[in-house]
């Protein structure tokens, strides 16, 4: 999907079920988030300065939440660029194919809870920035 544009990332609110003792929030993939869910990781104890991501998906969906804590999340189109905070574990940002993303500014204890839409597949990455741009040109007509 190299035609994607960050404005295709969305940030989707997720059920917030309030209760003295405590806080719950369901995601169900298919139902509140528009992809099936086939693989969840979480990024911790990630030491302060640190950047994470620094890479581009061809076909995964990603929905990134911030469990725990705070970060940003830069999203690059290969012409577009914006910076998305994350500080609610009841909202969520889904990433789209086709957009490189890197994670920074984490607080102290913050917690990035990912759910992909893919299993790993290391043949899915772009992993260098020049063949991302190159990439996302490669059917673009206004590219030159």
Known sequence: MNDSSIFDCVILP????HNRAGNITIIEGDRNIPFEIKRIYYLYDIPGGASRGGHAHKDLYQLVVAASGAFDVLLDDGRNKKV??????????????????????????????VLA????????????????RSYKTSNDPSAG
């Open 84 to 113: 998305v905070t994350l500080n609610r574990p009841d909202y969520g940002l889904m990433i789209v194919p086709g957009i490189w993303r890197e994670l920074m500014e984490f607080s102290s204890g913050a917690i990035c809870l």
């Open 117 to 132: 839409s893919n299993l790993y597949s290391e043949s899915d990455y772009l992993r260098n920035y020049d063949e991302f």
């Open 14 to 17: 997720l059920s917030k079920i």
